[in-house]
């Protein structure tokens, strides 16, 4: 019988110090694929130019490499086949799939600000999720011109249920019309948008495995839109609980006190892999524990 090599990843954004939430699924996620004798790949999100730095990347980087999480591709200096593993320097290899996404005939211009998206939201909506309403899609498909001046790149998505299996949560079902809408592919300022950049990688780097937090459920949906568009094989998804702090509210880069920066200064890798270990329902008590220690505890489970 023929397997698959494991290929799994983590893509931190170098945006600020990572938190003990990051921390957490990068753990998971190496655990995941290191368990099955697998690849795993730091992949560094920098699509946002405004918020992302060097020196954080270099930090994450270093955080890694205190908890002894060691990655097989990537990272900044860029070892492996599948690079460049930083997003600013893969922008030839998202047109390229913006075009072929093009050519289907889906994809048209959009120039309504987030602003006048928030303000087509009913009432009710107050989960966080913005559902674009479609008023710039054209009336009829193939769309006449998919790109104008000044105006992200949209594509359609059909009344349609995209079912998946994640690892965590089960059997999902989305229905890509009323939960996520026509979405994003290229901003209007020319970045590159989250879910077209995020397939394009997976895909060619090899990646079959996904762990990250359950934040990102709705967006397997739409990355699996994609994946099929452009004739990729998505990866298997595992969606992980967010890490909340003690009012309940998840973990962000403003948390201080959950830093590496703070966490390092009070405790050691083992201490720390310990807290993750017990958060993660591995161990009973969060007691220190090498790597080495939670491979062997996640092999036996």
Known sequence: MNTVTPVGRFAPSPSGRMHFGNIYTAVLSWLSVKSAGG?????????????????????????????????DEGGLDGRGGHGPYLQSLRSGIYEE??????????????????ADILATQAPHESDGRVVYKGVCRPQRFPAASPEADGASVRIAVPDIDILFADRVKGL??????????????????GAWAYQLAVVA???????????????????????IYLFNLLGFTPPEFAHVPLICNSEGVRLSK????????????????????????????????????????????IEHL
């Not at 093009?102 to 959009?110: H, I, M, R, V």
């Not at 050691?268 to 009973?284: F, K, Y």
């Open 39 to 71: 690849t795993w790949i730091l992949r560094i999100e920098d699509l946002d130019p405004q918020r992302s730095k060097l020196e954080y990347a270099r930090q994450i980087e270093d955080d890694l490499r205190w908890l002894g999480l060691e990655w």
């Open 97 to 114: 799939c913006l075009s072929k996404l093009q050519s289907t005939g889906l994809c048209y211009p959009c120039v309504c600000t987030r």
């Open 201 to 223: 990688d997976d895909a060619l780097m090899g990646v079959t495995e996904v762990v990250r937090g359950d934040d990102l459920l709705l967006s397997a949906a739409q990355q």
């Open 254 to 297: 403003r948390d201080k006190s959950f830093s590496m920066e703070y966490l390092r200064s009070l405790h050691s890798p083992e201490e720390i892999l310990g807290m993750v270990a017990h958060s993660a329902n591995i161990i009973d008590t969060p007691q220190p524990i090498s790597l080495a220690e939670l491979l062997s505890e």
């Open 172 to 189: 999902q079902s989305v229905n890509l019309a009323r939960h996520c809408g026509d979405f994003v592919l290229r901003r209007a300022d």
